[in-house]
């Protein structure tokens, strides 16, 4: 039997069905059809091994549930790369739902371990980075991450090989970023490539200049402000913008976020902070806080340029900065409508929501949760 309904990560919206063009691989047998019902049927035998829209041709997600879905994981290895990308993207889309619970997304997730498709790899990454104000106060998710990332850091290792595909170069790029998030023991191995980051592969710069300002001391701290002064406009810059992102002192993340419109950073490259600091960083949340209540207001002019930087930056900010003062933002967010910004509070506010589900849902399933600062 298959149902369908429209896909929220907050409420169950009650959306008449759609027209949707369905295919289903059936034991390797193609059954295409339209489903413009809340349900059909598709007959099948006991023990068929099912999969529908095979290589990600449908645009909507698919929750497997009893033996099909044990079936499917007993071949995932098997699955082609697009079909196994779809799994791990939909897991985690259900999770933050409600509609998965954490032991069945964790043995999901784990599976990226033994990963060898760089498109999978780079896919993690960006399941991490969406959820990482999430993670690191759930020890046993972010235990999960960060053996996904070792392993694949072990199988990639520190540097191109030759003939490597540029999809294997950024996935390196982007394990490494992980894993300076994810492991205060390789932070500090990276840490202390700086010296040499001139001469270090251009794939695993970025992941130095993390490191570094995560640990970096009051004089470090100063120096890569300078730094940041004096590189040329382009990708330089925007690395060390994104590095700064990492800095876990609340007043120094603090400072380089009110650089906006100081004229002391690109616009760009103060996105590429905002972006570290809300989505990397886990220490961010009350740096975060102090720019929107005590500054973003003033700051309208240098974010209303009409390409929806107001927008991304209340969506992306006001779900981390929330966490520890949900009603607090969402009074914040009350008393203080911001046109450019208002679909971006919305969204925000709604992945606000997803998020505190995600941690009662971890309660629920006898797993630690806790507001501890992550270790450094």
């Known amino acids: 039997m298959l149902s369908q309904r429209r896909f929220s990560l907050v409420g169950s919206p009650n959306d008449p069905p759609w027209p949707i063009p369905l295919t289903v691989q059936v034991d ?3 059954v295409e059809r339209l489903m413009h019902e809340p349900t059909a049927e598709i007959p099948i035998s006991r023990d068929a091994d099912v999969l529908v829209a095979p290589g990600r041709t449908g645009f909507f997600r698919v929750r497997y549930k009893g033996p099909v879905r044990q079936r499917i994981l007993a071949r995932y290895r098997a699955l082609a790369p697009l079909d196994r990308l779809g799994l791990q993207d939909d897991g985690l889309a259900f999770l933050l739902a409600g509609e998965m619970d954490f032991p069945e997304y964790l043995d999901l997730l784990r599976r990226g371990e033994t990963e060898t498709n760089p498109s999978l790899v780079s896919q ?7 959820v990482r104000p999430l993670v690191y106060r759930i020890p046993a998710w972010e235990e999960a991450f960060r053996r996904v990332f070792t392993s694949q850091g072990e199988r990639l290792g520190p540097a ?9 170069t950024t996935a390196r790029d982007m394990v490494t970023r992980a894993r300076v998030a994810l492991d205060p023991l390789y932070r500090l191995e990276m840490r202390h490539r700086f010296e040499a980051i001139g001469s270090a592969a251009p794939e695993v710069r970025q992941a130095i200049y993390m490191a570094y300002a995560a640990t970096a001391s009051g004089v470090e701290y100063s120096g890569l402000i300078r730094q940041m002064r004096e590189a040329p406009p382009g990708h330089e810059g925007r690395m060390i913008a994104t590095g ?37 960083n886990p220490t961010s949340g009350d740096a975060l806080w102090a720019f929107l209540s005590g500054n973003l ?3 309208v002019s240098s974010l209303a340029t009409g ?13 981390v900065a929330g966490l520890d003062r949900p009603a607090e933002i969402r009074q914040w967010v009350a008393d203080h409508p911001i046109r450019e910004g208002e679909e971006g509070a919305k ?30």
Not at 124 to 130: E, K, N, V
Not at 160 to 168: D, F, L, Q, V, Y
Not at 307 to 319: E, H, R
Request: proline share 4%; charged share 20%.
């Open 28 to 30: 390797g047998t193609r």
């Open 124 to 130: 993690a990454y960006d399941a991490l980075t969406w």
């Open 160 to 168: 191109a090989s030759p003939g490597e595909s540029p999809a294997t």
């Open 244 to 280: 700064l992102g990492m800095l876990s002192r609340t007043e120094w993340l603090l400072e380089c976020l009110n650089r906006l419109g100081s004229g002391e950073m690109q616009v760009s490259s103060w996105i590429a902070l905002a972006y570290a600091a809300t989505w990397l």
């Open 297 to 299: 207001e003033s700051r």
């Open 307 to 319: 390409g929806g930087t107001m927008a991304l930056v209340l969506q992306y900010s006001l779900p």
């Open 347 to 376: 969204k925000g506010l709604g992945m606000l929501a997803a998020f505190e589900n995600v941690l009662d849902a971890a309660r629920r399933a006898g797993l630690e949760v806790t507001r501890r600062a992550p270790s450094s």
